[in-house]
């Protein structure tokens, strides 16, 4: 089945000042966008835009050729998004943090998953410390463990290198990569040089 | 219909046509005002009971009802914003925010005024007062929501929200004070509420509504029409429009 | 490779945030009892600041438990939505394939009981420190329970609205407080009303009609609030 989130003449217009005009962009499966531009070129803006957060702007998006606002939810089932700030809860531990975005989704949940997903990123040992005491990288990785653990077709991250040490990194890069290959698709930012094996698409803004 | 909303939703399209209009309605209103004015002051006939103090009505009663109309006109334009999304009814929503509040204050006033010979007193907790004391706080809270976001866009669309709210809310509260006043056995006298006055003194009184009524029209489009130049300031048209003005 | 919208998650996602807001509110129990602290203190300040005498206490026992409680509840309304915008969940919560207005009313829910319930219970302590007459006390408890449940409903539209801006707790208060007053007036009506020997039906009633009316509209507002708070 093909995926693909298509945006055609986006715009985006804040406070009488036009942030990006005229953008057409693809996302295909089996491919990784990055957005590039300066700082203030409103890379945050649109990755918001195209995961469905922001309600106004000019332009149409289409999720597998239908449009957005008609397919909502089927979109936001696949969708993977993490932002600048984590949205991991300092009051409560990783293996809880993970729970409460497995039921947002309508899942029961499943401990050993949580757990295995924990794992995978180096925290495991840590899944019952409050996140609060854990480090900022370490709090990154309780949420880059929500892509082992959730299986979205597309993953929409904002600088989600931030903050990681060179293995994370690298741990990150592959599993990018992995994804990619098994069909999903990324859009990501990033001030980083991504070495991911499959050409990655850059698109410039600003 | 659609078509009408969209003309009008162009900022471009009311700046132009508000320019007509503007003038009749200034008109209007003035001649309405001063009409009811001295009518009401010289001509209307004196209330047996409290003399010529009455006469505040004429102030009171037109700015109470404007007060409230205004609140409820906010809203809606608030409602056509998030709705369809038309830049120009946040911009009149925003306009008409500080005149409410301005007419809910003279309406306080002057019933403070009108206190000091009915009841001996500049305030008194009548369920009227009350209420209009919290209307003022709502166009309050709407001017003060609007103006603490960073972000112009995001302002709009915060008091739009709150001003739906508070519309909503404002009947409910109307009628609790009610409540809570007759709970409280009321003075015997409350403003305004009278059986029935007579021709003479009612005729100048809906003079005067009509006049504030107009005259509210005339300010918001003229105010509405500054908030358009200042927002679309780097738009071509206004751009031109500042060309010929040279 | 694609997902399909999962059905009937939304009681599993509603359950959730209850028991994860519920959890939070228990691990920081010293915050928890900020407002009944408050409210007692409060209490306190007006046999201090007006008179002893148990005459003068009974007859304004009523406003002033109903009102204070109402300013404890107020007071712990701003921190409702923050800590989920500053560490990043309220943008995740937007993007849940469940309705976003369910999931506020969760949180809503698991504010009130952790503070407009407590608040109830505690409220006939404090009427017998100020003389409260007797007959009135379950009354009290009663209308606090339900008015208070309107209070977060209807604070949490101000809560949603102002989570964006910093130090927004003033203007909170002014946006809400206006909203609190038809539940304040029946809130101490019910209680005047117990006093008195009158029916109390007919305020409770109110009350109920009045949280009816906010359950059913406030999670919209809530929702709609919440959405222009994080693009601000």
Same mark, same amino acid.
């Given at each position: 089945?093909?995926?693909?989130?298509?945006?055609?003449?986006?715009?985006?217009?804040?406070?009488?000042?036009?942030?990006?005009?005229?953008?057409?962009?693809?996302?295909?499966?089996?491919?990784?966008?990055?957005?590039?531009?300066?700082?203030?070129?409103?890379? +945050?803006?649109?990755?918001?835009?195209?995961?469905?957060?922001?309600?106004?702007?000019?332009?149409?998006?289409?999720?597998?050729?239908?449009?957005?606002?008609?397919?909502?939810?089927?979109?936001?089932?696949?969708? !993977?998004? !993490?932002?600048?700030?984590?949205?991991?809860?300092?009051?409560?531990?990783?293996?809880?943090?993970?729970?409460?975005?497995?039921?947002?989704?309508?899942?029961?949940?499943?401990?050993?998953?949580?757990?295995?997903?924990?794992?995978?990123?180096?925290?495991?040992?840590?899944?019952?410390?409050?996140?609060?005491?854990?480090?900022?990288?370490?709090?990154?990785?309780?949420?880059?463990?929500?892509?082992?653990?959730?299986?979205?077709?597309?993953?929409?991250?904002?600088?989600?290198?931030?903050?990681?040490?060179?293995?994370?990194?690298?741990?990150?890069?592959?599993?990018?990569?992995?994804?990619?290959?098994?069909?999903?698709?990324?859009?990501? +930012?990033?001030?980083?040089?991504?070495?991911?094996?499959?050409?990655?698409?850059?698109?410039?803004?600003? | 219909?659609?078509?009408?909303?969209?003309?009008?939703?162009?900022?471009?399209?009311?700046?132009?046509?508000?320019?007509?209009?503007?003038?009749?309605?200034?008109?209007?209103? =003035?001649?309405?005002?001063?009409?009811?004015?001295?009518?009401?002051?010289?001509?209307?006939?004196?209330?047996?009971?409290?003399?010529?103090?009455?006469?505040?009505?004429?102030?009171?009663?037109? &700015?109470?009802?404007?007060?409230?109309?205004?609140?409820?006109?906010?809203?809606? &334009?608030?409602?056509?914003?998030?709705?369809?999304?038309?830049?120009?009814?946040?911009?009149?929503?925003?306009?008409?925010?500080?005149?409410?509040?301005?007419?809910?204050?003279?309406?306080?006033?002057?019933?403070?005024?009108?206190?000091?010979?009915?009841?001996?007193?500049?305030?008194?907790?009548?369920?009227?007062?009350?209420?209009?004391?919290?209307?003022?706080?709502?166009?309050?809270?709407?001017?003060?929501?609007?103006? &603490?976001?960073?972000?112009?866009?995001?302002?709009?669309?915060?008091?739009?929200?709150?001003?739906?709210?508070?519309?909503?809310?404002?009947?409910?509260?109307?009628?609790?004070?009610?409540?809570?006043?007759?709970?409280?056995?009321? &003075?015997?006298?409350?403003? /305004?509420?009278?059986?029935?006055?007579? /021709?003479?003194?009612?005729?100048?009184?809906?003079?005067?509504? =009509?006049?504030?009524?107009?005259?509210?029209?005339?300010?918001?489009?003229?105010? /509405?029409?500054?908030?358009?130049?200042?927002?679309?300031?780097?738009?071509?048209?206004?751009?031109? =429009?500042?060309?010929?003005?040279? | 490779? *694609?997902?399909?919208?999962?059905?009937?998650?939304?009681?599993?996602?509603?359950?959730?945030?209850?028991?994860?807001?519920?959890?939070?509110?228990?691990?920081?129990?010293?915050?928890?009892?900020?407002?009944?602290?408050?409210?007692?203190?409060?209490?306190?300040?007006?046999?201090?600041?007006?008179?002893?005498?148990?005459?003068?206490?009974?007859?304004?026992?009523?406003?002033?438990?109903?009102?204070?409680?109402?300013?404890?509840?107020?007071?712990?309304?701003?921190?409702?939505?923050?800590?989920?915008?500053?560490?990043?969940?309220?943008?995740?919560?937007?993007?849940?394939?469940?309705?976003?207005?369910?999931?506020?009313?969760?949180?809503?829910?698991?504010h009130w009981l952790f503070t407009g319930l407590p608040l109830a219970i505690v409220a006939p302590l404090l009427g017998?420190?100020?003389?409260?007459?007797?007959?009135?006390?379950?009354?009290?408890?009663?209308?606090?329970?339900?008015?208070?449940?309107?209070?977060?409903?209807?604070?949490?539209? %101000?809560?949603?609205?102002?989570?964006?801006?910093?130090?927004?707790?003033?203007?909170?208060?002014?946006?809400?407080?206006?909203?609190?007053?038809?539940?304040?007036?029946? %809130?101490?009506?019910?209680?005047?009303?117990?006093?008195?020997?009158?029916?109390?039906?007919?305020?409770?009633?109110?009350?109920?009609?009045?949280?009816?009316?906010?359950? *059913?509209?406030?999670?919209?507002?809530?929702?709609?609030?919440?959405?222009?708070?994080?693009?601000?």
């Amino acid at each position: 089945m093909s995926l693909g989130l298509q945006a055609r003449q986006l715009a985006c217009e804040r406070d009488g000042r036009w942030l990006f005009e005229g953008l057409d962009l693809d996302v295909r499966c089996g491919e990784i966008v990055r957005i590039e531009g300066p700082n203030g070129s409103g890379k +945050t803006t649109l990755l918001k835009l195209l995961a469905g957060q922001l309600g106004d702007y000019h332009g149409e998006l289409y999720w597998n050729g239908e449009r957005f606002h008609k397919v909502r939810e089927h979109f936001l089932a696949n969708l !993977l998004y !993490l932002g600048h700030s984590p949205g991991v809860k300092a009051g409560l531990t990783p293996l809880e943090n993970l729970a409460w975005y497995q039921a947002l989704n309508g899942d029961k949940g499943d401990e050993e998953q949580c757990l295995n997903a924990l794992f995978h990123v180096g925290l495991g040992g840590f899944e019952d410390v409050l996140a609060g005491q854990l480090s900022a990288g370490q709090q990154r990785r309780v949420a880059l463990a929500r892509l082992t653990l959730t299986r979205r077709a597309l993953w929409v991250l904002d600088e989600p290198f931030t903050a990681i040490d060179r293995q994370g990194v690298v741990a990150l890069e592959k599993q990018l990569a992995a994804h990619v290959q098994a069909g999903g698709s990324v859009l990501v +930012t990033t001030h980083h040089a991504l070495a991911v094996s499959p050409a990655v698409r850059c698109v410039q803004l600003g | 219909m659609w078509t009408f909303i969209h003309k009008w939703g162009s900022p471009k399209w009311f700046y132009v046509m508000s320019a007509k209009l503007q003038p009749l309605f200034w008109m209007v209103s =003035l001649l309405l005002i001063v009409t009811g004015t001295v009518w009401g002051l010289a001509f209307a006939p004196a209330d047996y009971q409290q003399g010529d103090s009455f006469r505040i009505i004429y102030v009171h009663v037109p &700015a109470a009802f404007l007060a409230q109309s205004i609140f409820v006109s906010m809203a809606l &334009a608030s409602l056509v914003f998030v709705v369809w999304k038309i830049k120009v009814a946040d911009m009149a929503a925003k306009v008409m925010a500080p005149l409410g509040a301005v007419m809910t204050f003279v309406a306080l006033f002057s019933g403070a005024v009108w206190g000091v010979p009915t009841w001996g007193t500049w305030w008194m907790w009548d369920a009227r007062l009350t209420s209009m004391l919290i209307l003022l706080f709502l166009f309050l809270g709407v001017i003060a929501l609007r103006g &603490a976001f960073a972000s112009r866009d995001s302002g709009s669309k915060a008091a739009s929200v709150l001003a739906m709210v508070g519309v909503i809310n404002i009947p409910i509260i109307k009628y609790s004070v009610d409540w809570w006043f007759t709970l409280h056995q009321p &003075a015997t006298f409350t403003l /305004t509420s009278r059986p029935a006055m007579p /021709t003479e003194m009612w005729l100048p009184l809906l003079v005067m509504v =009509l006049g504030f009524y107009c005259f509210f029209i005339a300010l918001t489009l003229m105010r /509405t029409r500054n908030e358009i130049l200042r927002r679309e300031i780097n738009k071509r048209w206004v751009m031109d =429009l500042f060309q010929e003005a040279r | 490779m *694609l997902n399909t919208p999962a059905q009937g998650g939304l009681w599993i996602a509603f359950k959730a945030t209850l028991k994860r807001d519920a959890t939070l509110m228990f691990r920081r129990r010293g915050e928890l009892l900020n407002p009944l602290v408050f409210f007692a203190l409060v209490v306190t300040l007006f046999p201090i600041g007006i008179s002893p005498d148990p005459v003068v206490l009974s007859l304004i026992a009523p406003g002033l438990l109903w009102v204070t409680a109402l300013l404890a509840a107020l007071l712990s309304l701003d921190s409702l939505f923050r800590t989920d915008y500053d560490d990043g969940s309220l943008e995740q919560l937007l993007l849940t394939p469940q309705p976003l207005a369910a999931l506020g009313l969760a949180k809503v829910v698991a504010h009130w009981l952790f503070t407009g319930l407590p608040l109830a219970i505690v409220a006939p302590l404090l009427g017998v420190m100020l003389a409260l007459p007797a007959g009135s006390y379950m009354v009290l408890s009663l209308s606090l329970a339900i008015g208070s449940a309107s209070l977060s409903l209807i604070g949490a539209i %101000g809560a949603a609205l102002t989570v964006g801006i910093a130090r927004g707790g003033v203007l909170l208060s002014l946006l809400i407080l206006p909203l609190y007053i038809p539940v304040l007036i029946f %809130g101490v009506g019910a209680v005047q009303a117990a006093i008195n020997g009158d029916g109390i039906a007919a305020h409770l009633a109110m009350l109920g009609a009045l949280f009816a009316a906010s359950l *059913l509209l406030a999670p919209w507002a809530i929702a709609a609030s919440l959405r222009i708070s994080i693009n601000g």
